[in-house]
């Protein structure tokens, strides 16, 4: 027997459907699959520790555990020694950006996380850090692409529409992030 759909039910399933289309696109961006990875490593300087890291961090169909590790470790607050997840997005923004730039994934980073304690003290300093810093959430880095303008990583970033992009001119850097997608200048 056909299942007769009223006027009611078709409008709800067809606005229900045109609501959750965008939230799954948007979910996707943030948490890439897998299955959509191919070989990325890239290779990071930190420019307080001087240490040096250059890693495949995803492999083919999965991110690589032991390498998202030792990225954390170089990544972390050295003021402190503290440690704190880095969303991976971040690494494939680096890559990705990188590329477009026509540069392989050099970076040297100026800041990875930041602790609460790390944070409240630079604003107190008066450094224009944000009191709710997507740093303290292991979802921002401040970068320089080693043999690339800072202006034209900013400007790639910025076309990719992937997150915050902040331009610090003078300080010579940019900030990228994983969440909205929004860009400002230091």
């Not at 420019?47 to 990225?71: D, M, Q």
């Amino acid at each position: 027997m056909a299942t007769l759909w009223s006027r009611r039910r078709f409008a709800t399933s067809v606005l229900t459907g045109a609501v959750a289309m965008p939230l799954a696109r948007a979910s996707w961006g943030r948490a890439p699959r897998a299955s959509n990875l191919s070989e990325r490593w890239i290779e990071l300087v930190n420019t307080h520790t001087g240490e040096a890291l250059s890693i495949a961090f995803a492999n083919h169909a999965a991110f690589v555990p032991a390498a998202l590790a030792k990225l954390q470790y170089l990544l972390r607050d050295h003021r402190f020694d503290e440690q704190h997840r880095i969303d991976p997005a971040l690494y494939l923004q680096l890559s990705d950006f990188a590329h477009s730039a026509g540069r392989e994934p050099r970076f040297e980073v100026i800041s990875g996380y930041r602790s609460p304690a790390t944070n409240a003290q630079l604003r107190t300093l008066g450094h224009g850090v944000a009191e709710h810093s997507l740093h303290v959430e292991g979802r921002a880095i401040d970068v320089r692409l080693k043999g690339c303008r800072c202006s034209t990583l900013r400007d790639v970033a910025l076309a990719a529409g992937r997150g915050g992009v902040g331009f610090y001119a003078r300080s010579d850097f940019v900030h990228l992030d994983t969440g909205r997608v929004r860009n400002w200048c230091g």
